[in-house]
């Protein structure tokens, strides 16, 4: 079973908590590792976090998280101008970039692709693999 969220958020700082908050929330309902659940929050508050600070002249973003038995991939998407040297290191003693250098350590693979009008930052984050059917979830919360 997979399970997928997307949500458009405004490009307000307010949101990024909303959407760790949410993330966090979903994650630990399906039963994911508490330390995953953590790492993704933090991951996802700095890529969101990104885009309110750098996505020049667009008003909004979207993030897609997919969840399945052995992981999470999240997607977050902007049409704003990208940024040079996407996809390189970053020097950890500059201070506009150490974000990059966080979630790079948080999760098990980050990409950044400029497709067309998009930036799109993608996370993935592996785990053993979870039951993720209906029962399991009920029998949790009853």
Known sequence: MQLHMQLRLP????Y???MRRVA??????VGAPADAV?????????ACGN????ASGVDDYSVHLAVDPHGCEVEVVDLGPGFVG?????????????GLSLIGALV???EFVREDEAM?????????????DGEAALDRRC
């Open 11 to 14: 490009r307000d700082a307010r």
């Open 16 to 18: 990024v908590a909303v």
């Open 24 to 29: 966090g929330s979903l994650l630990a309902e």
């Open 38 to 46: 953590h790492d993704l929050e933090v991951a996802i508050t700095e």
């Open 51 to 54: 885009v309110v600070r750098h």
């Open 86 to 98: 996407a996809g390189t290191p970053v020097n950890d003693d500059e201070e506009d970039g150490r």
């Open 108 to 110: 098990d693979d980050l």
């Open 120 to 132: 799109r930052v993608r996370l993935v984050k592996r785990w053993r693999e979870l039951a993720l």
